[in-house]
């Protein structure tokens, strides 16, 4: 149903893909989007090394594209220095291929913005967090994105920098 990474040599372990999907702190979101045109979103993200979690708004052009069709995939960039002298770019990135479905009970949205809250502010207390939460809970939807596939990839000259 996926295609294989055609350059094996370069593909990253799974441990190196989760890795990279926990500590990362933005992607982009592909969804089906208006009229057949792909619709492709910056946003944050949690990963709990099963699911990963979005915000948004209760209304848009995400959700209306999600309602269509739940089909996503969702692309983390790990690394990316441009080498001119080179004319290439030392890469590591993850890519997810999913279905996303919106959260319907407040106990799990609650849960996922939890998660979101602590990676985004580890230091803070729990009590400031639930606050925040709280304050923005009238308009917060949240998004869940369950994993069917995932490669990560690095470039040839970061493969070969590993021998």
């Not at 001119?84 to 407040?106: H, K, M, N, Q, W």
């Not at 369950?146 to 990560?152: E, I, L, P, R, S």
Request: hydrophobic share 35%.
């Amino acid at each position: 149903m996926f295609r294989e990474m055609r350059r094996k040599r370069q593909m990253l372990s799974q441990e190196e893909t989760e890795r990279i999907l926990k500590e990362g702190t933005s992607g982009v979101l592909a969804l089906a989007g208006d009229e057949g045109y792909p619709y492709a979103v910056p946003i944050s993200y949690v990963y709990d090394g099963e699911k990963i979690y979005f915000h948004c708004a209760k209304q848009g052009h995400k959700l209306d594209a999600i309602a269509r069709n739940p089909k996503a995939s969702f692309c983390v960039v790990e690394k990316d220095q441009v080498v001119p002298e080179a004319y290439t770019t030392y890469f590591r990135s993850v890519i997810v291929f999913g279905r996303i479905r919106v959260l319907e009970s407040d106990e799990e949205k609650r849960d996922a913005i939890r998660k979101l809250a602590v990676k985004y502010a580890p230091e803070d207390t729990a009590e400031n967090r639930e606050k925040a939460i709280d304050k923005d809970w009238a308009p917060l939807c949240m998004l869940e994105m369950t994993a069917a596939h995932m490669t990560g990839k690095e470039s040839i000259e970061l493969v070969m920098g590993r021998k």
